[in-house]
C-alpha cells in the first residue's frame, strides 16, 4: 500500500471516530431536556393539584356564605309571614321563604360537591407530591449519568482530534482538500477498499488495467472509482506459505534397493 494512502485511511478513520463522537455530543442536551421535561411534567402536576385544591376552598367558602345568607332570608321571610295581615302577604312571604330554602338546598349540594372535590385534591396533591419526589430522585441519576457519558466524550473528542492534527500533518494540502471534498459528499468516507476489482463502497467493477496497475510495486498513482469517485486502495493478501513437499524419488529409489 502507498504511504500516501495509509496516511488518508489513518485520517479517515480519526475522522470516523470524531463523526460518531460527536454524534454522541450531539445527543446529550436533549437527553438532558427530556429528563428536565419529566421533571418539569411532574412539578406541574403538583401545581394543577395545589391550585385546583385552592380553588375548591374557595368555592367551599363562598358556598358556606351562601347557605347562611340563604338561610337567614328564609328564617327572615318565615317570621315576617306571621306579622303580616293579609292572605295574599302571608302567602307572598311564604312563596319567598320557600324560595330561600330551595337556595339553602342547592347551596348544601354544591357545598358538599366542592368539599368532596377538596377531599379528592388533596389526595392528588400527596399523590402528585410523593410522584415528583420519585421522579427527582431518578433524574438525579439520569443527570449524574448523562454528564459522565459527556465527559468520557469530550475526552474522545479531544483525543481524536489531536489524532486527526497528527494524521492531517502527512498529507499534502491539496490531496487534503480533495480528501475533504469527497468525504463531505459521502458521508465522511473518501476512501474505498478494492475487494475482487470492484469497489467497495458501490460495488463497481475497476477496469483491469487500473486494478493491476494498483497492484504494481512502486506505483504512486491515486485511483478513482469512476462513479461513486472515492479514493480506491488495495490491500494484497498475504502470501499462502508453500505446502510441504514429498521426494517420491528417493521413497522410490529406497523402494528398489530393497
Not at 485520517?11 to 446529550?28: G, K, P, S
Not at 302571608?90 to 372535590?117: G, P
Not at 469530550?154 to 471534498?181: C, M, N, W
Request: with cysteine; proline share 3%; hydrophobic share 35%.
Amino acid at each position: 500500500m502507498q504511504p500516501i494512502i495509509k496516511h488518508l485511511l489513518d485520517l479517515q478513520t480519526v475522522d470516523t471516530h470524531l463523526q460518531d463522537v460527536r454524534a454522541r455530543l450531539a445527543q446529550f442536551p436533549k437527553r438532558l431536556a427530556e429528563v428536565e421535561g419529566r421533571v418539569a411534567a411532574a412539578r406541574a402536576e403538583l401545581e394543577h393539584s395545589k391550585t385546583s385544591h385552592l380553588t375548591a376552598l374557595k368555592d367551599r367558602k363562598k358556598y358556606e356564605l351562601d347557605v347562611e345568607q340563604w338561610k337567614e332570608k328564609a328564617k327572615k321571610y318565615r317570621d315576617q309571614a306571621y306579622q303580616v295581615k293579609t292572605n295574599e302577604a302571608f302567602k307572598a312571604l311564604q312563596n319567598e321563604a320557600q324560595t330561600a330554602e330551595n337556595e339553602v338546598a342547592k347551596s348544601e349540594d354544591r357545598l358538599l360537591e366542592k368539599m368532596v372535590a377538596g377531599e379528592e385534591y388533596d389526595g392528588r396533591i400527596k399523590v402528585a407530591d410523593k410522584a415528583l419526589k420519585e421522579v427527582e430522585e431518578i433524574a438525579k441519576g439520569e443527570r449524574a449519568k448523562i454528564e459522565s457519558e459527556r465527559a468520557v466524550a469530550e475526552k474522545e473528542r479531544a483525543e481524536f482530534e489531536s489524532g486527526r492534527a497528527t494524521a492531517v500533518a502527512a498529507i499534502p494540502e491539496d490531496l487534503l482538500d480533495h480528501y475533504q471534498r469527497i468525504a463531505r459528499k459521502h458521508g465522511g468516507t473518501a476512501l474505498a477498499e478494492v475487494r475482487n476489482e470492484l469497489c467497495g463502497a458501490c460495488g463497481m467493477r475497476v477496469r483491469p488495467h487500473v486494478f493491476q496497475e494498483m497492484r504494481r510495486e512502486g506505483n504512486e498513482e491515486i485511483y478513482h472509482c469512476e462513479t461513486c469517485t472515492r479514493m480506491l486502495y488495495y490491500i494484497e493478501p498475504p502470501k499462502q506459505p508453500a505446502p510441504p513437499s514429498t521426494d517420491n524419488s528417493s521413497s522410490a529409489s529406497q523402494s528398489s534397493d530393497t
